[in-house]
């Protein structure tokens, strides 16, 4: 007992030095990725799209997603002389772009590596905001959590847009509950800089922060609504100068454009920005072929996030979120614990109700910020129970455990429940997102293949020569499949001929190529039944 009263007091003594420490840790656990996988489906567009912004003053390839991660991704390439080729395709141009300058590998290094200040923003806005509304021992809890996930780790060592979002909405919010506590000008242009990145990192970020708004409103009102009568005029006008700065800094993200919106309308402001809702309001309305428990879906399913949240988060993460949900409950009047509870409740809500578009966790990877908070809570609280606090450790060594061993495929964790087979749960960037082709390469080499039928087909460097991968039979020699491309291939053959047994499922492969390819050596070609 001694000895854990001397740990809680050094740690709360030097509790901003141990976070710091954690923070590198994971940032190097981050950084030994970038070699190991080849570049994601969506990184070469979101790299392209900066890169166009950078080099030619223009953000015309696709405005679904805004500016700032993209210009952060091609940041240091551009620096170090890669530029945008002038394809028409995004994708493509991305891929140039990459083979420009320093070339492809370091190219990759260097968008990667400009992405990952996002990831400490996200770790920041995690140990203040449990800092100040709890205590330093909960903030260390909840920095540890939230900075050993594996699905935190794996897309913030991506050149995309879901860590900066994270980064910057966990910010905004922290920021907002700040304001309400002592509203002053320096905060009100703090908040509305955080707020004004928050919507360049991702569209998405509007519902989101207003739901998490929205249910900590709701909690005031049955609790304590008085503090919501508090607002006066000068608050108000706080508010408005507040609005108006963060309207200027997305109309500078944009670099002050002014014009029509899609070609039609009244002139506007940063008219990309405009267009960008557009299409993302049609993306969600018209849906995205969506895969989950086996069954396809084009406008997602209700369960997604709630299955995906509970396979792809750590088991004693679960656990101690589990505590914390009961400590939160339990005191449910305290502002200091309701306060992330309602916010990940919030943003959860709005993703199962409102979001058709259901493609990877990684579209609510920002929950993860007030849900750790949530979870340092449980941890802290067990921690505290002499009887329980041998527990806490063990829970906190099985999740950094898991992680080390999960090490670098953090984007195709699942935990231990769920790990078997994978992909009959999920598929997509949740599993395969296109990141083993460099491990392919490096196996087909040491297997002395001169040839694979690949699907996708891709002419990646490494790879020997691609020919076409069929399901009706397979071709003579190896034959490679990603599992996302296997899934969506095997869904359009059933739905367009009726066919639903391919050779594929009655040949086990020969092996594994990280955790998203399936390899199988075929001797003689043979038709599936």
């Known amino acids: 007992m001694h000895r854990l009263v001397t740990l809680a007091t050094f740690l709360n003594t030097h509790a901003r030095l141990v976070a710091l420490v954690l923070i590198l840790l994971a940032s190097t656990r981050i950084i030994a990725t970038y070699s190991v996988f080849s570049y994601v489906t969506d990184e070469p567009a979101h790299i392209a799209c900066g890169m166009e912004w950078l080099d030619r003053g223009t953000y015309y390839y696709e405005d679904q997603h805004p500016p700032l991660a993209r210009i952060a991704a091609a940041f240091l390439p551009w620096l170090l002389g890669a530029h945008s080729q002038g394809l028409s395709d995004t994708s493509s141009e991305g891929i140039a772009v990459l083979d420009s300058g320093r070339g492809r590998d370091v190219n990759l290094f260097l968008a990667r590596f400009g992405v990952l200040p996002f990831f400490w923003i996200a770790c920041a806005s995690v140990y203040f905001w449990s800092e100040h509304f709890a205590d330093r021992l909960t903030a260390l809890f909840s920095l540890t959590l939230f900075s050993t996930l594996p699905v935190v780790l794996g897309h913030a060592g991506l050149a995309a847009t879901d860590m900066a979002l994270t980064g910057f909405l966990g910010a905004t919010l922290l920021l907002t509950f700040l304001w309400f506590e002592r509203p002053t000008a320096v905060r009100t242009i703090l908040l509305a800089v955080a707020g004004a990145c928050t919507v360049l990192s991702k569209l998405s970020s509007m519902p989101f922060f207003v739901a998490a708004l929205a249910a900590v409103v709701v909690w005031l009102l049955i609790v304590k609504p008085s503090r919501l009568r508090c607002l006066t005029v000068r608050h ?294």
Request: hydrophobic content about 45%; some cysteine; overall charge positive.
């Open 236 to 529: 108000l006008l706080l508010l408005l100068l507040g609005l108006v700065v963060c309207c200027l800094f997305v109309w500078a993200g944009y670099r002050f454009s002014f014009g029509l919106v899609n070609g039609t309308g009244p002139l506007r402001p940063a008219p990309e920005f405009f267009s960008g809702i557009k299409t993302a309001r049609w993306h969600n309305r018209t849906g995205h072929l969506a895969y989950l428990l086996g069954r396809f879906s084009q406008h997602g399913f209700t369960s997604y996030y709630p299955i995906a949240l509970a396979v792809k988060t750590p088991l004693p993460f679960l656990l101690f979120s589990f505590i914390g949900i009961g400590v939160c409950f339990r005191h449910w009047r305290d502002l200091r614990t309701a306060i992330p509870l309602a916010c990940s409740i919030g943003m959860l809500s709005i993703a199962i109700v409102c979001c058709h578009i259901n493609i990877g966790i990684r579209h609510v990877l920002s929950l993860y910020v007030p849900l750790s908070i949530v979870a340092g809570i449980g941890a802290r609280a067990l921690g505290s129970v002499p009887r329980a606090s041998s527990l806490a450790a063990v829970l906190l060594g099985w999740l950094i455990v898991s992680g080390v061993i999960a090490h670098p495929d953090y984007i195709a964790y699942f935990n231990e429940a769920a790990s078997f087979h994978p992909e009959r749960i999920l598929i997509d960037s949740d599993l395969d997102w296109g990141q083993d082709n460099k491990r392919l390469g490096r196996r087909l080499r040491e297997l002395k293949a001169s040839s694979v039928a690949l699907l996708p087909a891709a002419r990646e460097p490494g790879l020997p020569e691609v020919t076409a991968f069929s399901l009706t039979h397979p071709s003579p020699g190896w034959n490679a499949a990603h599992l996302t491309a296997l899934k969506l291939l095997e869904h359009q053959t059933t739905t367009t001929t009726g066919q639903r047994v391919f050779w594929v499922d009655t040949e086990p492969p020969t092996e594994r190529v990280g955790r998203g390819i399936l390899l199988w050596y075929c001797k003689h070609p043979c038709r599936s039944e």
